[in-house]
Each structure stands twice: as C-alpha cells, then as structure tokens.
C-alpha cells in the first residue's frame, strides 16, 4: 500500500484490512519485550536473555542505528483497529496505526544471502494463528523490501516447522535449512 499514498511515513511498513505493520517504537517496550518472551528462545536468541533494562536500552539504539540506517528489521504487526476505506488518505492510515495497539507478533527483514536477497523472518502469537496473519504480514514486509531494494526473498526454517515451510512456500520464499 505504501506506494499508493503520497506522503507515506518512514515508520509505517502498510495498514491491511486486519493489521498495521510498522516499525517499533519505544512506547511498545513493554509489549514487545512480552512478545519476545512468548515466542520460541530460537527465534530472537539475542534479545531473550536481556533484562527489561538492556532490553530496553537495545530498543532504543534499534530505533536510531537500524531503522535509521537500514529502514528495516523487526518490524511490529498490530491488529487493526479499523478497517481503511478504499480510498484512504494518509491521515486515515496514520490513525488507524495511532489505534491498534494489540501486538500480536512481528516480521522481521534483514539482507539475506546476497545483497539483493532479503531474510524475512516472523512469529505471530499462538493464539493469533491459523488466521492468516503471518502471510498478510509477511507479504507486506516483502512487499515493502522490493521497495528497499532487494529482488527475492529467503527464510532460515527448521525441517520439522511445518507451519513455516507451509507459509515459506505460500510465499514463494528460498528456504534456508537450519
């Protein structure tokens, strides 16, 4: 969608019909710090271990040093307070993303490979799953990567993540085995 809207904010990835997709910010430290205790230790081994203090301290540096670098990483997925309207205009899209507050996983992009493939990388939380979230995110994420540049697309999968090879293939993503 980001391509679609003149004036589209830095920060601000794509609102969906069922999700905001956005860069974290440090009003989310308490949710995303939660977030990443209810996923798997694997997925973000270097931020579990963190006390909330480190954690924090990393957050912050995250938002300047690799959204302000890069413009991607670990981007929040939000459920969406509102649906947009077809024809959304940036300050609808900015408010719904202002609104919906429930964190219920995140997508991460980062350079894979080579320098014009990008990782991707997600988890959304048990309860939110099986509802087509991860692709609705993911897909967006990707969408928002060709736009930073890179070409395709690859995922670091374990064999026996059967959800994720599933979605990984839905996506038409390289799978990289663990």
């Known amino acids: 969608m ?12 794509d609102v969906t019909d ?9 009003k989310d430290v308490n949710d995303y710090y939660a977030l990443v205790h209810c996923l798997p230790k694997e997925y ?25 670098f890069y413009g991607y990483g670990n981007f929040g997925v939000f459920l969406s307070a509102d649906r947009p309207s077809p024809n959304a205009d940036i300050e609808e899209l900015i408010s719904i993303s202002d609104r919906s507050s429930v964190l219920i996983g995140l997508v991460g992009l980062k350079n894979g490979s080579d320098s014009k493939i990008g990782e991707l990388s997600y988890g959304i939380l048990p309860k939110y799953r099986r ?11 990707m969408e928002y990567g060709l736009e930073c ?14 959800a994720s090879l599933n ?4 996506l038409e993503l390289t799978i990289l085995p663990i």
């Open 167 to 170: 979605l990984a293939s839905k």
């Open 44 to 68: 973000l081994p270097e931020l579990y271990d963190l006390s909330f203090e480190e954690f924090s301290e990393h957050l912050a540096a995250y938002i300047e040093y690799q959204y302000g």
């Open 131 to 141: 509802r087509g979230y991860a692709f609705e995110a993911t897909r967006s994420v």
């Open 18 to 26: 069922n999700l905001v997709i956005r860069q974290f910010t440090a």
């Open 149 to 162: 540049g890179f070409a395709s697309f690859e995922a670091r999968i374990k064999s026996d993540n059967t």
């Open 2 to 13: 980001s391509t679609e809207v003149s004036n589209w904010p830095e920060w601000l990835v």
